[in-house]
């Protein structure tokens, strides 16, 4: 495999027209796999809220947690390019907030860059990162962390109006200094306008085939989260069945003395084992004997 991925290969992925490939860890086996598998760039999502903690919504995710579950993702990636998210309320309000939690996911995360959600209104506070050195991942359409004042989870930008907005999102975004931006949940057709239409990597999710790369929920590529399954995701595995037929097959091993066998058992010397058991036999007796004599005390208490 390659060397680890950069800025400098995404852009140039683009430039090239190669399709970026992308997916959420939020542990480290998870992440050694997608590493070892060739994903150019591992999301550290706010998703995990709901995926992994199970929670309704992304809202009340932390920065702590993130910083925790990047940390994790870090240990097991070599070549892939890390972006961290930027968990609700931590980058709205004030520039500073943004610089201070952004700064913990990078210095104590690992990650090499954030991802925040918004469209032209977080312009300032992307160039403001930018400025500082930490790079930027924007996210417009569907973005989750809005999703009560976008009226639940809906796809977007399909009327003029809208479309236009998210096409001067892009715009925006690109300008202040973003790296790249993902397109949630919008029409295939403007997803591709807007992949036309700027000069930095778009990496869609439930927005067709024209981005410049994809980005899905692996534990939703996995069959792992059966709480709602997007139109847009596609089930490359069912590990969720895989998972829950080993959990019963443990649970009947166990009720049947099946498991563990000899082969995962620990055999002691013979030698030590036989005088073992003379111990024990010995013991055995002057137990009996203790206990015989406690049996006489407490008769005679009760007398
Ligand atoms: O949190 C997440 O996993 C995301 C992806 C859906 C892009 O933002």
New binding site residues.
């Given amino acids: 495999m390659g060397d680890k991925i950069t800025l400098h290969n995404l852009q140039a992925r683009k430039e090239r027209g190669e399709k970026i490939s ?1 997916l ?1 860890a939020y542990d480290y086996p998870t992440a050694l796999l997608l590493d070892q598998a060739g994903i150019d760039m591992i ?1 550290v ?4 809220g709901m995926v992994v903690h199970g929670l309704d919504t ?1 809202l009340p995710v932390t920065v702590d947690m993130m910083v925790m579950h990047t940390q994790a993702v870090r240990r097991g990636i070599k070549h892939a390019f890390l972006v961290s ?1 930027m968990p609700f309320m931590s980058y709205q309000i004030s520039t500073e907030k943004a610089m201070r939690n952004a700064a913990r996911l990078l210095a104590e995360g690992g990650a090499d860059a954030v ?1 925040l ?1 918004g469209g032209r209104h977080m312009a300032p506070t992307i160039r403001d990162l930018v400025e500082v050195g930490i790079a930027v991942q924007g ?1 417009i359409g569907l973005t ?1 962390q809005s999703v009560s004042a976008l009226g639940g989870f809906k796809t977007q930008g399909r009327t003029i109006d809208a479309a236009q907005k998210l096409l001067d999102d892009a715009r925006a975004l690109e300008e202040a200094g973003a790296f790249s931006i ?1 397109l ?1 949940a919008i029409p295939a057709q403007l997803a591709e306008l807007i992949t036309q239409s700027i000069s930095i990597p778009t ?1 869609g ?1 439930g927005a067709g085939a024209g981005c410049d790369g994809q ?3 692996t534990h939703d590529l996995l069959g792992l989260f059966d709480r709602f399954t997007p139109k847009f995701v596609k089930r490359y595995a069912e590990i969720g069945k895989a998972m829950q037929a080993a959990f019963e097959a443990y649970r009947d091993d166990v009720q049947s003395s099946t498991f563990p066998g000899e082969e995962h058992s620990f055999a002691m010397p013979d030698a030590v084992w036989e005088s073992l058991q003379s111990e024990a036999d010995a013991s055995g007796n002057r137990h009996a004997n203790l206990s015989q004599q406690r049996e006489y005390v407490d008769k005679e208490k009760i007398r």
Avoid: N
Wanted: charged share 25%; net charge negative.
């Fill in positions: 992308m959420t999301l999502g706010d998703s995990l992304t998210d991802k959600e996210h989750p993902v949630e990496i999710i980005v899905l929920v």
